[in-house]
């Protein structure tokens, strides 16, 4: 127990650092654009890049592991937003936000650092599998069903170049580009590699500050009912149904497998909250489900993590 506490302490510690200081400094949620800027995409395209570069080309095409990972997050967006439509009666664009919150986690900001710190850097691959699909799924989930529940007025054709534009823009482009060098041994130059690795070392500690001083900004001002079920599925069910799913469709290396659980396990991601903002919808109830579930991810995590590396948890329910 004392490893965990000693893997889990200085990382939540950072967020807990940014959050004090968002709540004592006098600076507008502004001044923290360009630190949020540097994390999305300096370090973390940094940090991808020289990670999966390294990696033998086979491990990146590994489609299963693919599918499986987007298949289990979408049974839970599905799942949220059936709860959200046809027992609570909220619109469409509402109960969109909120499937968002119940299966979107936070696999930019807290997913690498934390991957990476617990398992080594052989946890990249599927981190970066994960990020860059779900991802892309979810700039294509989000405003397609904005648009449909009328939300977003724009014709089809300016809608699909918009989510074209953002998913090129995305940093993930990074983690295809080291897509290409693993595939052709690419090696950078000393300097560059150098400058690659500076960053890289950024990613983790500056994301998780920047994520500690955006909760401070955000107080919670109401608890929203939806919290009574979105909570559970994001924390606890999200994470089960992937280890059941992975644990179904093959033989994971079980390292790939322990980090697509502990990626389905982290709080909803702060992304979720700039969706609805975008769009007029489920503001500050996102903002407080994202607060909630980062608070309660102290304890949740720290126990999947524990069940982790004390053997409690095999790394095949179907051997």
Known sequence: MADIVALVLPFFGLILIGYVSGRIADHSAGA?????????????????FKLVSRTPIE???????????LASTYTIFLLVFAIGRYIRGNTIAECTVQALAGCYGN?????????????????AVPVA????????????????????????????????LDVA??????????????????????????ALQRLIDYLAQ???????????VTLALRPLKRIPVEIGYIVPIKLVLHPILVYVVLSFVGNFDPLWLYTAILLASLPTATNVFVIGQQYGVW???ASATILITTVISVLSVSALLFAIKSGVLPPDLFP
């Open 59 to 69: 491990e990146l095409t590994r489609v299963d592991f693919i599918a499986a990972a």
């Open 202 to 212: 950024a990613a983790a500690p500056c994301a998780l500050f920047a994520m500690g």
């Open 283 to 285: 503001q500050e109830r």
């Open 165 to 190: 534009r953002k998913i090129i823009t995305h940093p993930f482009i990074a983690t295809l580009v080291g897509f290409v060098a693993a595939a052709f041994a690419f090696e950078p130059p000393v």
């Open 32 to 48: 923290l654009g360009w630190l949020n800027f540097f994390v999305i995409y300096v370090t973390l395209p940094a940090l991808f």
């Open 107 to 123: 696999i930019g900001y807290m997913g690498p650092g934390l991957a990476l710190l617990a398992f080594g850097e052989k946890a």
């Open 129 to 160: 599998l994960v990020f860059c699909f779900e991802n892309a799924a979810h700039f294509i989930a989000a405003p397609a069903l904005m648009a449909f529940a009328g939300g977003d007025r724009r014709p089809p054709l300016l809608l699909a």
